[in-house]
């Protein structure tokens, strides 16, 4: 019923070391942009990038700068959700929302993985979690899931996705999730690793098991 669109990573509008980067990902979102929009979507999910050890302040400024660039020119049509390096806090998102002309444009991907990774205990303080996202930016704003356990402790910043059931986050939390009553018009996306074929060398994705098992009541 609804596309979603996952920007390149080769997009970094957080870069202020090499201009040449940052015009690559003004330029490269800008055709992105076009391009999801003539495919029907409406979200396109957009990784800002890495400040590059400038700082997170000059980062986001610099992600607000290529937004405005973009948003203040393109298709009114297509919402554009945002998690990265810059963006790993709720008010670091926040603060860009802040800077954007065109809020209304803006969107947030929730990552399961990445917001364990960040510090946010979603097994032992989920309403609480959701409560401070609530406060901070609005439950509304939140256009897509991405649904992954994580290979790392709550707070390890970084960003290594598990199987279902198979890190730290756990089956429990994720299923509570899925049928949060809040969010079961908002699309989620699985983002889990293939998993190895016993006695072979292969892998194979484990979507249609994992998704039937998180669907279960």
Known sequence: EEIIVHAPYI?????????????LAVEFLEKEIIRT?????????????????????AGTAQIIKGLNTVLNQNNDDVY???????????????????????KDRLRVCFDTCHVNDAGYDLVNH??????????????DQIAVFHINDSMNPLGAHKDRHA??????????TLHRL????????VPKILET???????????EPPYKEEIAWLLKD
Do not use: C, Q
Not at 45 to 56: D, E, F, R, T
Not at 133 to 138: A, H, L, N, Q, T
């Open 11 to 23: 997009i970094n509008l957080a870069n202020t070391i090499k201009p040449e980067t940052y015009e």
């Open 37 to 57: 929009a003539a495919m029907g979507s409406h979200i396109m999910v957009l990784h800002p990038g890495s400040h590059v050890n400038a700082g997170v302040e």
């Open 80 to 102: 554009i959700g945002k998690g990265s390096e810059i963006g790993r806090t709720f008010e670091e998102l926040k603060a860009i929302y802040d800077g954007v002309d065109k």
């Open 126 to 139: 989920y309403d609480e979690v959701f409560a401070e996202f609530d406060k901070v930016i609005g439950l």
């Open 163 to 172: 199987n279902i059931d198979k890190g730290n986050i756990g089956y429990e």
């Open 178 to 185: 899925v049928h949060d009553e809040r969010f079961l018009d």
């Open 193 to 203: 690793p293939w998993v190895a074929v016993e006695g072979t060398d292969k892998k």
